[in-house]
């Protein structure tokens, strides 16, 4: 499988990256050269196979229901480019 | 007086112990090391010597009484990665531009819980992405190490290339570093230093900035296994706050560095033997065997089929990590932002600005892999993928083997800017291929020195352990630290 210009450009739109013209044949060069590295992946049989989701044998923790956490909005606002009231700012979202 | 900054972390402890001299006195000539040696090797991004000094009198009163932790008074360097309440924590990206966490990283609570002192924060790949420490926002770190008879700057390796450089270089007693496909053992590798990544699930992730939450793991970077194995049981434990960390009493990894290797089987995976490694990679390998064969161990060859397919699947499941850790970075909560013509476009552009070129490629490519109609056949693939490699690993140690011995790289450390790695991506990521599999089966890996190419350029051996038997690792590793007897320190020219 191989990306072309309008992937690039799509692709760029769902990670929310600003991709310019200028830079759309370099990308595509790139990301082709490590989806045909990936490629050779093709020549295992993994038929059967269970995909691995915990790499360690355990089944996650679980805790109560409760809060555990948190009273300190302005700590978590502290590092923001932009806040008010312990409110992080954004551009008008709804018109 | 003698050099302190030369002291290996267990002989700065012992000689603190006998007030031989002070925290203050340590952490002092530190603080002087960096300030002369830091504009030239940039592998620090931060320095905080208020911060210090205050930590070393803490120290000092300990001390005094006779009291303190396993590393009272130790002064050590922190990957930029980790952590650190009120002072830069930025992962060497422009994206987290003056980022300051109400936070400490549990890694590093532990550490100074133990009495450590912080020296500042360590320069590093791009939120970790990379071999060389050549896309840090920062600027690359310069490796300590030179070529015989040339001035010509090599690349320290990466992703911590600022703790193995600022380790190597006298710089800090250890340091702390994390590794995702090699990040560890591949510039302790390239510096001739010790650095071992842990069992999955050892050391909490807690308070690390995420690339891959499936791989990353903390350790340490050190210039002895002993200093490793000090650091790394301070550095481990279970922590409720990671879901993956692993309620496991943690020993002494110390008391297990002489323990030896007699009536160990040691495996040799025939598919490490990569076609066109060199010559001088093969002889210190097998000389690695003989090494260990003379303290009692057995070799044994093994085959773990899998091996070829460990980076390929690797490039799949880290960047697909990758792209959803990462989504957070979107100039609302924390660091950079750029003004759009609405939000979208805030978003686009603070990214675009935030990110460097490979960090981008990779989101790239993550984002990709788990789109509508292509996540069955790239992501849960590699995840299958995954499982085969992990079982190759448990059906060699069910056969008998204690631990497997390997390269660490297929190459010494390169040039800072080499030009054909610049222009292939792959070319780069294949310095990873003898380490990545490790991450891929959460298994514990360790990089030791054990012999020098024909330019004089530091090469290690790695050896891969059961899951949570690291103990066996620092034995091992010892023994070919002391065989190899090597010099491995660099000759100072900052």
Sequence with gaps: ???????????????????????????????????????????????????????????LRRRDDVISDGGYADKIVSNAPLSEDNFFMV????? | MTDL?????????????????????????????????????????AVTPEQALDMARASDEKLA????????????????????????????????????????????S????????????LNMDEFAMGSSNETSYYG???????????????VPGGSSGGSAAAVSAWLCAGATATDTGGSIRQPAAFTGTVGIKPTYGRCSRWGVVAFASSLDQAGPIARTVE??????????????????????????FAAAVERGVKGLTIGVPREYRMDGMPQEIEKLWQQGLEWLKAEGATVKDISLPHTKYALPAYYIVAPAEASSNLARYDGVKYGLRVSGKDITDMYELTRAAGFGREVKRRIMIGTYVLSAGYFDAYYVKAQKVRTLIKKDFEDA???????????????????????ALAADPVAMYLNDVFTVTVNMAGLPGIAVPAGKDGAGLPLGLQLIGKPFDEETLFAAARVIEKAAGGDFAPKAWW
């Design chain 2, 227 to 252: 200093d490793a194995a000090i650091m790394m049981t301070s550095m481990s434990g279970f922590d409720p706050k990671d879901s993956t960390s692993v309620d496991l009493a943690v020993p002494d």
């Design chain 1, 91 to 95: 551009p008008k979202v709804v018109e």
């Design chain 2, 65 to 108: 009484k006779g009291q303190g932790g396993t590393l009272e008074g130790i002064p050590l360097g922190i990957k930029d990665l980790f952590g650190t309440k009120g002072v830069h924590t930025q992962a060497a990206s422009h994206i987290l531009d003056g980022f300051k966490p109400e936070y400490e990283s549990t890694v590093t």
């Design chain 1, 1 to 59: 499988m191989s990306v072309d210009a309008a992937t690039v450009k799509r692709i760029g739109r769902l990670a929310r990256i600003r991709i310019e013209e200028s830079e759309v044949a370099s990308y595509q060069t790139e990301l082709n050269a490590i989806l045909g590295f990936v490629e050779q992946l093709n020549e295992i049989n993994v038929e059967g196979v269970e995909p691995m989701t915990s790499v360690t044998p355990m089944t």
């Design chain 2, 5 to 45: 900054t030369k002291l290996s972390l267990a002989d700065a402890r012992k000689g603190l112990k006998a007030k031989s001299f002070t925290a203050t006195e340590l952490t002092g000539a530190y603080l002087t090391a960096i300030e002369q040696a830091n504009p030239a090797l940039n592998a620090y991004v």
């Design chain 2, 397 to 419: 140690f069910h056969a008998g083997v204690d631990a497997i011995l390997t390269p660490a790289t297929p190459s010494a450390a390169f040039g800072v800017g080499d030009e």
């Design chain 2, 110 to 121: 532990n550490l100074w819980r133990d009495g450590a002192v912080m020296l500042g924060k």
């Design chain 2, 140 to 154: 690359p770190v310069i490796s300590p190490f030179r070529a015989e008879g040339s001035n010509a700057n090599l």
